[in-house]
Each structure stands twice: as C-alpha cells, then as structure tokens.
C-alpha cells in the first residue's frame, strides 16, 4: 500500500514539472476549460435558485386560485360564485381577490396593483415596493399621480415603503383600499380578479377543481403545484435558451481540447521514448498521462465551479440576471440563497472532467506500445 502511494506521489510530481514545461499551451486550455465551467454552472446553481425562491414564494399562496374565462381569456369573476365555491365539501375559505396591472406611460414601466386582504392601506393612501420608490423618486408622505381608466387622475399618498427583505416579490407592487381600486379601474363592486380558494385536504384538491368546474363551467381553476411545475418549466426553458446561445462556444471548447487531449506533439512523444529506454512501463506512462489529464480537468472543474458560485451567490448573477429572470423595467434586486444541486453538478463532472481525461490516455498508449527508439525518433 505503502509502495503503491509513493508510485502515484512520484508519478504525479513528474507529471506536474511536464505540465510546467508546456505552460503556454496548458494555461491556454486550463483557462478556456475553465470559462466554460463557469458559465455552466452559473446556470446550474442561478436556475436552482430561482426555483428555490419561487418555491418559498408559493409556499404562502393559496391552495387554488379560481379564474374565470371568457373566449379562452382571464376575465372578472362575480363575488357571488365565492359562496357557492365555499359550499362544496372540503372547501375551507374563499377569499375574492383584488389585483391587476397599471401601466406608467412616462418611466415605461408596469405596476401591479393589490387590494391586501389583510390591513389594507385606508382610502386615500398607499403602500408601495421599493423599486415603485426608485422608479418615480418618492419617498414616504409624498403624493403620486396615477390616471385612472376614466381619465381622471386619482391622487394618493405614500403611506410606506414595503421593507427591503420583501423585494423579490414587492420591487413593482402598490398596495391600496378597495374603494381607490375600483375607482382607479371602474370595475364594479360586486366582481373580483379571481377567487383563492383553501381546500381543507390537500388530497382533495383535484376533486374539488373537479367540482368547480363541474359547477361553473367558465371557470379555470389552477392548483398551486402547476403554479410550480409552471415556474420550473420557465426556470429550465430560459436556462436552456442560454446553453443554446453558448452551445457554440462550448463545441469550439470540445474541439479544440479534443485535439489538445488526443494529439501527441513531437516532444511528448520524444518524452514518452526517453522514459520507456529507461525503465518504465507502459502502465506507468499511461499512469503519467492519466494525472496530466486530471490535473488540468479537476483543476479547471474546481475553479470553474467556485468562481460560478461567487458570481452567482455573491453578485447575483450579474453576467447574465436579466436574461433568466426576465425582462422588466423594475428588476428587483434580492440576495440569491445558496441552492446546489448535487445531480446537475455530478452530471456536469462527469461530462466535464471524464472525457478529456480519457482522450489524453489514449494516444499515450499508442505512443508507448512502440519501440523507444522508433519513439524517440518520431
């Protein structure tokens, strides 16, 4: 055992001091190596945290929401199919809810409007995120204009600036009361955006969208696990788009440390002749080639992966935020959590670290089966 661990120890030293006589050309591959682990992992661990944060986003949402359609559209429900809704068995709570989007012609940016079902701002007054603050340059008790569906301008005071930690899903949101809602749309009083519905057992909520639609043919109901699946998809189709896009650049990669990895320079082969006229095995400049390959694959894995971390987890993704979360005028700005996942980046090693090495054994042993001076001569 003993002698086995000092065999690699010395075969790996060598095989360091070769990779430093061919430093130019190694440092060339070790960099590119490592800019396309980086921007692959970016993705991997960006993507996973946007999941992540859609995830505990949804925990707080309500069991269904209820839509209602007209001609394949989202259109107004009536508060009155809540009652009924809060009929069916297993239906604990239907709230009617108050929401939509106002659009700011002079800064090019959407507001989403909210009626809160709890503590609702009083008549008059509203509460809005931080980026609505940044955006039209207003602060707490200032007074802002919006111009509501009748052509008026409806005139209301900054109660309060939803807190920072709150951004992801506040950075575009106004909270206001339920009178300068309907006065700011002209919507009547007796219909809502849509219905949140709280179904007492989650097993049962199939059965009670069955019910609902049985009952209200015009209705949509959606389940909060679709909302799920829903924002996954999303999170994957925009992580997929940027491989896509980056798809030449990494065959340019796979190409060109193909032919790094499987060609043998004159010099090597020379090396390989030295080293077997005087006494090594075959087996032993295979082993050699083998750590030459993973010195520079593992090396280019573990950089790679950390600067994507940093990029990710400390600046937010700044390369390449915009394109994933979406494209908006009012980008919240919120510390992404750490999500790895172990899958993705074992997917990744193994696509990543396992060929190249691979490739480098390969024309090693047809250069050692040969003769050493046919070797050295070549």
């Known amino acids: 055992m003993h002698h086995a661990l000092n065999r690699h120890r010395n075969i790996l030293d060598f095989a360091l001091s070769s990779l430093m006589r061919r430093k130019a050309k190694n440092i060339s591959l070790f960099l590119v190596y490592t800019l396309i682990i980086f921007v692959i992992a970016s993705l991997i661990f960006f993507v996973q945290a946007l999941k992540r944060e859609a995830a505990l986003l949804l925990a707080e949402a309500p069991d269904m929401v209820v839509q209602r359609m007209i001609?394949?559209?989202?259109?107004?429900?009536?508060?009155?199919?809540?009652?009924?809704?809060?009929?069916i068995r297993g239906v604990s709570a239907v709230v009617p809810r108050l929401w939509g989007y106002y659009y700011d012609p002079v800064f090019q940016a959407n507001y989403t409007l909210l009626v809160p079902d709890t503590a609702p701002p009083p008549p008059g007054s509203i509460m809005i995120g931080s980026g609505v603050a940044g955006n039209l340059r207003i602060k707490t008790d200032d007074l802002v204009t919006f111009?509501?569906?009748?052509?008026?301008?409806?005139?209301?005071?900054?109660?309060?600036i939803l807190p920072q930690h709150s951004?992801?899903?506040?950075?575009?949101?106004?909270?206001?009361?339920?009178?300068?809602?309907?006065?700011?749309f002209r919507m009547p009083q007796d219909v809502a955006t849509d219905l949140a519905v709280t179904v007492a057992n989650p097993r049962e909520l199939?059965?009670?969208?069955?019910?609902?639609?049985?009952?209200?043919?015009?209705?949509?109901?959606?389940?909060?696990?679709?909302?799920?699946?829903?924002?996954?998809?999303?999170?994957?189709?925009?992580?997929?788009?940027?491989?896509?896009?980056?798809a030449a650049a990494v065959l340019s990669f796979v190409i060109f440390?193909?032919?790094?990895?499987?060609?043998?320079?004159?010099?090597?082969?020379?090396?390989?002749?030295?080293?077997?006229?005087?006494?090594?095995?075959?087996?032993?400049?295979?082993?050699?080639?083998?750590?030459?390959?993973?010195?520079?694959?593992l090396s280019a894995f573990m950089a790679g992966v950390l600067m994507a971390y940093l990029h990710v987890f400390f600046s937010s993704a700044a390369l390449f935020s915009h394109a994933l979360k979406g494209w908006a005028i009012l980008y919240p700005q919120f510390?992404?959590?750490p999500a790895v996942d172990g899958y993705q980046l074992s997917v990744l090693f193994?696509?990543?670290?396992?060929?190249?090495?691979?490739a480098t054994i390969i024309p090693a042993w047809l250069a050692a089966t040969i003769a050493p001076d046919a070797a050295m001569r070549s």
Not at 71 to 87: F, M, N, Q, S, T
Not at 271 to 284: F, N, R
């Open 71 to 87: 001609a394949g559209r989202h259109d107004l429900i009536p508060v009155g199919y809540a009652e009924k809704i809060g009929a």
């Open 350 to 358: 193994v696509l990543a670290v396992l060929p190249y090495t691979a």
């Open 167 to 184: 951004e992801l899903v506040a950075a575009d949101l106004v909270l206001m009361a339920a009178e300068d809602f309907h006065t700011m």
């Open 206 to 246: 199939v059965t009670v969208a069955n019910k609902i639609v049985e009952q209200f043919p015009d209705t949509r109901p959606i389940l909060k696990s679709e909302l799920l699946r829903t924002y996954d998809s999303l999170f994957d189709w925009r992580g997929g788009m940027m491989v896509v896009i980056l």
């Open 257 to 297: 440390a193909w032919d790094k990895a499987s060609g043998l320079s004159a010099e090597e082969r020379k090396e390989i002749g030295i080293l077997k006229s005087i006494g090594w095995e075959t087996g032993d400049v295979l082993l050699l080639k083998f750590w030459e390959g993973a010195v520079i694959s």
């Open 147 to 160: 111009r509501s569906y009748s052509g008026k301008p409806l005139l209301l005071t900054v109660s309060g």
């Open 335 to 337: 510390k992404l959590v």
